[in-house]
C-alpha cells in the first residue's frame, strides 16, 4: 500500500530536506511559526481581529496547545463582519463565496480568497488526488463549475497538474444522461456529492462493468451505507474528503487504506473541543475547529465549524503519521423534548435498501404531537414503490432515538410515500425540513 501522498507534499511545504516524513515536533514547529503570522498579519490589517484579538501577544505562544488561549470564530461573526475580518484590499480579492446560513432570512455567510488563497487549494487538490488517480485517467467532476474558483475549477485545476483530464460536469440533475456521457467519454473516476453518486450506482442504465475505477465523495457527510453500496455496485474504493467552504474547499483526504481523512495541515490546523469549547483527548467525539495558517484573504481563527468527528489515534496503515479525521457526522439534528432525531442514522438505515435513490425528512407540529413525513425517491422501473413504504418504516423501527420519541407518544410516522418532485430538484446539504414549531440545531 502506498503512502498517502500528502506526506511527501506536507514535508516540501514544511521545508524538511529530501523526501523525510514530517513528524509531529517539525511539523508543529512550523504550525506555530505560521500561527505567528497569521496572528500578526491579523491583528495589523483586519477591524475585526483587532477587537477581538486586543489582549493576544503572539509571541507569548510557545506551542500549538496555546492556541486554546484564543477566542473562538463563529458562523454569526462571518455573517455579520466578514469585510472587518479581510486582510486584504477587495481589490486583492478574486472570489467570494457566499453561503445562506440556518433559516431562510438569515444573513448570509460570505467568505473571501485572493488568487494565492485558491492556488493553495489547486495545489492541495493536486497533490491529494494522487491517491486515486494516476497520470491519463479520465475523471468527471460532478461539482458547480466552472467559474475561478469553483470546487469545480479547482479540482479540475489540480488534475491538470497530475496530467488527468477532467470534465467538470456540475451537479447531476438527471442520472441516466450522465451515465450516458460517463460510458460516451470513457470517464474511469468520478467526484461528487455521495447521494448523488448514488444514484449514478443504482440506475437502471449502467456504466460499463470495470469501467469506474475510483470514487471520490465530497460536498456533504458521507454515511457508511452510501459508501458500501457504491462499492458493491462498482468494486471500486470508494474515498472520502472533508472539506468546507471555510477550510478553502479542501480539508483531508483518505489515503489507499481508506480509513479516516488525512488532513491538510501546511495549510490548516485542527481542534477538536466540547459543547464548552474545551479540547478533548484524541479519540474522543467533538466539534471541529480550524484554523487557516496560510490564508491571506480572510484568515479563520479558531473557527468553530458545527462539524463532529474525532482524531483517529492508531497509525495509518500506509505508514503516515499524519493525523486523521474520523468520518464527519451529519448536522442536520432535531431535539424534540431532548430526544435527538438525527438524520445521519435514518440515512445509515434507508440507504441500506437497494432500490432508494434519494429521500427527504420533515416534521410539522400539530397541536402536542410531532409528526413526521418522508418522501422518498426510488430506481425508475423497478416495481418496488408500494413496498418501499413498508420496508421504510421497518428500517427506521431500529433508531433507538426516533422509538423512544414515539414510545413517549412526541412523534408519530405521519406518512411515508414516493415523492412527486423531481429528483435533485433542491440539490443543497441535505437536512430535515422544519415546518412549524420543530426546533432544529
Same mark, same amino acid.
Given at each position: 500500500?502506498?503512502?498517502?501522498?500528502?506526506?511527501?507534499?506536507?514535508?516540501?511545504?514544511?521545508?524538511?530536506?529530501?523526501?523525510?516524513?514530517?513528524?509531529?515536533?517539525? !511539523?508543529?514547529?512550523?504550525?506555530?511559526?505560521?500561527?505567528?503570522?497569521?496572528?500578526?498579519?491579523?491583528?495589523?490589517?483586519?477591524?475585526?481581529?483587532?477587537?477581538?484579538?486586543?489582549?493576544?501577544?503572539?509571541?507569548?505562544?510557545?506551542?500549538?496547545?496555546?492556541?486554546?488561549?484564543?477566542?473562538?470564530?463563529?458562523?454569526?461573526?462571518?455573517?455579520?463582519? /466578514?469585510?472587518?475580518?479581510?486582510?486584504?484590499?477587495?481589490?486583492?480579492?478574486?472570489?467570494?463565496?457566499?453561503?445562506?446560513?440556518?433559516?431562510?432570512?438569515?444573513?448570509?455567510?460570505?467568505?473571501?480568497?485572493?488568487?494565492?488563497?485558491?492556488?493553495?487549494?489547486?495545489?492541495?487538490?493536486?497533490?491529494?488526488?494522487?491517491?486515486?488517480?494516476?497520470?491519463?485517467?479520465?475523471?468527471?467532476?460532478?461539482?458547480?463549475?466552472?467559474?475561478?474558483?469553483?470546487?469545480?475549477?479547482?479540482?479540475?485545476?489540480?488534475?491538470?497538474?497530475?496530467?488527468?483530464?477532467?470534465?467538470?460536469?456540475?451537479?447531476?440533475?438527471?442520472?441516466?444522461?450522465?451515465?450516458?456521457?460517463?460510458?460516451? !467519454?470513457?470517464?474511469?473516476?468520478?467526484?461528487?456529492?455521495?447521494?448523488?453518486?448514488?444514484?449514478?450506482?443504482?440506475?437502471?442504465?449502467?456504466?460499463?462493468?470495470?469501467?469506474?475505477?475510483?470514487?471520490? !465523495?465530497?460536498?456533504?457527510?458521507? #454515511?457508511?451505507?452510501?459508501?458500501?453500496?457504491?462499492?458493491?455496485?462498482?468494486?471500486? #474504493?470508494?474515498?472520502?474528503?472533508?472539506?468546507?467552504?471555510?477550510?478553502?474547499?479542501?480539508?483531508?483526504?483518505?489515503?489507499?487504506?481508506?480509513?479516516?481523512?488525512?488532513?491538510?495541515?501546511?495549510?490548516?490546523?485542527?481542534?477538536?473541543? &466540547?459543547?464548552?469549547?474545551?479540547?478533548?483527548?484524541?479519540?474522543?467525539?467533538?466539534?471541529?475547529?480550524?484554523?487557516?495558517?496560510?490564508?491571506?484573504?480572510?484568515?479563520?481563527?479558531?473557527?468553530?465549524?458545527? &462539524?463532529?468527528?474525532?482524531?483517529?489515534?492508531?497509525?495509518?496503515?500506509?505508514?503516515?503519521?499524519?493525523?486523521?479525521?474520523?468520518?464527519?457526522?451529519?448536522?442536520?439534528?432535531?431535539?424534540?423534548?431532548?430526544?435527538?432525531?438525527? !438524520?445521519?442514522?435514518?440515512?445509515?438505515?434507508?440507504?441500506?435498501?437497494?432500490?432508494?435513490?434519494?429521500?427527504?425528512?420533515?416534521?410539522?407540529?400539530?397541536?402536542?404531537?410531532?409528526?413526521?413525513?418522508?418522501?422518498?425517491?426510488?430506481?425508475?422501473?423497478?416495481?418496488?414503490?408500494?413496498?418501499?413504504?413498508?420496508?421504510?418504516?421497518?428500517?427506521?423501527?431500529?433508531?433507538?432515538?426516533?422509538?423512544?420519541?414515539?414510545?413517549?407518544?412526541?412523534?408519530?410516522?405521519?406518512?411515508?410515500?414516493? /415523492?412527486?418532485?423531481?429528483?435533485?430538484?433542491?440539490?443543497?446539504?441535505?437536512?430535515?425540513?422544519?415546518?412549524?414549531?420543530?426546533?432544529?440545531?
Amino acid at each position: 500500500m502506498e503512502m498517502t501522498p500528502l506526506d511527501e507534499w506536507m514535508a516540501a511545504k514544511i521545508g524538511l530536506a529530501g523526501k523525510d516524513a514530517p513528524n509531529p515536533a517539525s !511539523l508543529q514547529d512550523y504550525q506555530l511559526a505560521m500561527l505567528g503570522k497569521t496572528l500578526a498579519l491579523a491583528r495589523k490589517n483586519s477591524p475585526f481581529y483587532q477587537r477581538r484579538l486586543r489582549d493576544v501577544d503572539p509571541h507569548a505562544l510557545k506551542s500549538m496547545a496555546d492556541i486554546t488561549g484564543l477566542p473562538f470564530t463563529s458562523p454569526g461573526d462571518l455573517a455579520a463582519s /466578514s469585510l472587518e475580518m479581510l486582510c486584504v484590499s477587495q481589490g486583492e480579492i478574486a472570489r467570494v463565496v457566499t453561503l445562506q446560513t440556518s433559516g431562510t432570512t438569515a444573513t448570509p455567510k460570505r467568505i473571501y480568497f485572493t488568487l494565492d488563497d485558491l492556488e493553495l487549494t489547486a495545489d492541495f487538490f493536486a497533490q491529494g488526488m494522487k491517491a486515486l488517480v494516476k497520470p491519463g485517467q479520465r475523471v468527471m467532476v460532478l461539482m458547480p463549475g466552472p467559474n475561478l474558483g469553483s470546487v469545480g475549477e479547482r479540482v479540475a485545476t489540480g488534475l491538470g497538474r497530475i496530467g488527468c483530464e477532467a470534465v467538470v460536469h456540475g451537479l447531476v440533475e438527471d442520472p441516466g444522461q450522465v451515465i450516458e456521457k460517463i460510458n460516451d !467519454l470513457g470517464i474511469d473516476c468520478l467526484i461528487g456529492l455521495p447521494v448523488q453518486v448514488l444514484s449514478l450506482a443504482r440506475w437502471p442504465r449502467k456504466i460499463a462493468p470495470g469501467q469506474i475505477k475510483s470514487v471520490l !465523495l465530497s460536498g456533504d457527510y458521507v #454515511p457508511r451505507s452510501i459508501t458500501e453500496a457504491i462499492n458493491r455496485a462498482w468494486n471500486c #474504493p470508494v474515498f472520502n474528503h472533508y472539506g468546507l467552504t471555510e477550510t478553502g474547499l479542501g480539508g483531508g483526504v483518505e489515503c489507499q487504506a481508506l480509513d479516516g481523512c488525512h488532513l491538510r495541515e501546511a495549510d490548516l490546523y485542527f481542534e477538536i473541543v &466540547d459543547r464548552q469549547g474545551r479540547p478533548v483527548e484524541d479519540g474522543c467525539q467533538g466539534e471541529i475547529v480550524l484554523t487557516t495558517l496560510t490564508r491571506r484573504g480572510m484568515p479563520l481563527i479558531r473557527y468553530r465549524t458545527g &462539524d463532529v468527528s474525532r482524531f483517529l489515534t492508531e497509525r495509518c496503515a500506509c505508514g503516515s503519521n499524519l493525523r486523521r479525521l474520523d468520518r464527519v457526522r451529519g448536522r442536520s439534528v432535531y431535539k424534540l423534548e431532548g430526544i435527538e432525531l438525527r !438524520l445521519d442514522e435514518m440515512d445509515e438505515a434507508i440507504f441500506q435498501l437497494d432500490d432508494i435513490l434519494d429521500f427527504e425528512v420533515s416534521i410539522q407540529r400539530q397541536d402536542n404531537k410531532y409528526l413526521m413525513n418522508i418522501g422518498f425517491w426510488a430506481v425508475p422501473g423497478g416495481g418496488f414503490y408500494y413496498g418501499l413504504d413498508l420496508a421504510i418504516r421497518e428500517k427506521l423501527s431500529k433508531i433507538p432515538g426516533l422509538n423512544q420519541a414515539r414510545a413517549q407518544g412526541i412523534l408519530s410516522l405521519n406518512n411515508v410515500f414516493s /415523492s412527486s418532485n423531481k429528483l435533485f430538484s433542491n440539490p443543497i446539504k441535505r437536512k430535515i425540513k422544519r415546518e412549524s414549531y420543530a426546533q432544529e440545531h
